[in-house]
């Protein structure tokens, strides 16, 4: 990998790692739809103007349905969830449940390659099956070990109220797991940076009402709003913008790999900066849901990379993706692989 590559890399793994700890400080201060519109809105509005320029707002026309179900499921839904989690849990705790999404993924995909072999007339792991790839008994392993991880991490806490906002993270992470695969199978031809805008933009409209209506009646602290205006240019806008130049620079594949550096960041970040205790049975969960992360996602192929959520028969075949006419900025990336990449890591 490039010097500029290993920087971006850095930056990733830096601004998709702190949003848990900027959650929790935001929500202290403001409602969750305020938290959701404010994020979303200065997101849309670095982003929408860039998107309007490169041109294919055209895509979102013709998609406008998959494109509804996608936003519901990578934003609209689990920013609203993990927003309202983090006004229980700690920052560190949520991002360490979040990082069970590439094993929930590996299950999903699993589940739609089957389904696309029934209808395609093969059977999963052979020529006919669009997924591809059997599931060995490293990837079997993987994701035991990634349920073994959930248990130990969250049985402790299932009592004294913390069931629900458990339960909501959980529901963040299938949202995040099942996203990659609307996007891969109906939103191929949607460039990266409209994809993204649209969404942001959707989000912030859908928000708007309620914001309004729970627009808090002081103006919040300095550092509520340095966490907001920090989660919408930095880990939203500047965030998606930094993941298309790394997959320009490394591709694909190795673009994600900075996914299973994020949980050590949050966690991090929230034990250093916000006090928040670690303890044994948190550590251990910690290591084994990275462990089981690892397994469940890894390539049989020995390409080292990351399995991603396998795109319809019909779709765009898998590789890099050269820019369009309909002006993605010449985003070389295959879709399912990116966007797997954005929904294990963009919280």
């Not at 500047?238 to 790999?257: D, H, M, Q, Y």
Request: include cysteine; hydrophobic fraction near 50%.
């Amino acid at each position: 990998m490039s010097a500029r590559g290993w920087v971006l890399f850095a930056v990733m793994s830096l601004v998709w790692g702190i949003p848990y700890l900027l959650i929790k400080v935001a929500v202290e201060g403001v409602s969750v739809p305020v938290l959701v519109f404010t994020r979303t809105a200065i997101g849309a509005a670095v982003l929408l103007p860039a998107a309007v320029r490169a041109g294919g707002m055209g895509t979102v026309r013709r998609h406008w349905r998959p494109l509804l179900v996608f936003a519901a499921l990578e934003i609209l839904g689990p920013w609203w969830l993990l927003s309202d989690a983090e006004r229980e849990l700690s920052s560190s705790f949520t991002g360490l449940l979040i990082a069970t999404v590439p094993i929930l993924a590996m299950a999903l995909s699993r589940v739609a390659a089957r389904i696309d072999a029934r209808r395609g007339g093969g059977a999963p792991g052979t020529a006919g099956d669009p997924g591809g790839e059997r599931i060995g008994p490293a990837r079997w392993c993987g994701l035991g070990l990634g349920l073994l991880g959930v248990s130990l991490l969250a049985g402790p806490h299932l009592g004294g109220g913390s069931g629900w906002p458990i339960t909501e993270v959980l529901l963040v992470a299938l949202g995040y797991a099942t996203a990659p695969l609307i996007a891969a199978r109906k939103l191929n031809d949607v460039p990266n940076l409209t994809l993204t805008a649209s969404c942001l933009t959707l989000a912030a409209l859908v928000y708007a009402p309620a914001a309004s209506a729970t627009w808090p009646q002081e103006m919040p602290s300095a550092r509520v709003l340095a966490a907001l205006v920090t989660l919408g240019v930095v880990c939203t806008a500047l965030a998606f913008l930094v993941f298309f130049e790394l997959i320009r620079e490394v591709g694909p594949s190795r673009a994600t790999v900075f996914t299973y550096v994020n949980p050590v960041v949050a966690v991090t970040a929230g034990v250093i900066l916000l006090d928040e205790p670690l303890d044994a049975t948190t550590g251990i969960a910690f290591l084994v849901i990275l462990v089981g992360s690892v397994l469940a996602t890894a390539s049989r192929r020995g390409t080292g990379g990351v399995t991603a959520p396998p795109p319809a028969p019909a779709s765009r075949p898998t590789g890099a993706r050269e820019g369009n006419g309909d002006g993605d900025g010449g985003v070389t990336a295959d879709r399912a692989t990116a966007d797997c990449a954005a929904d294990e890591a963009g919280p």
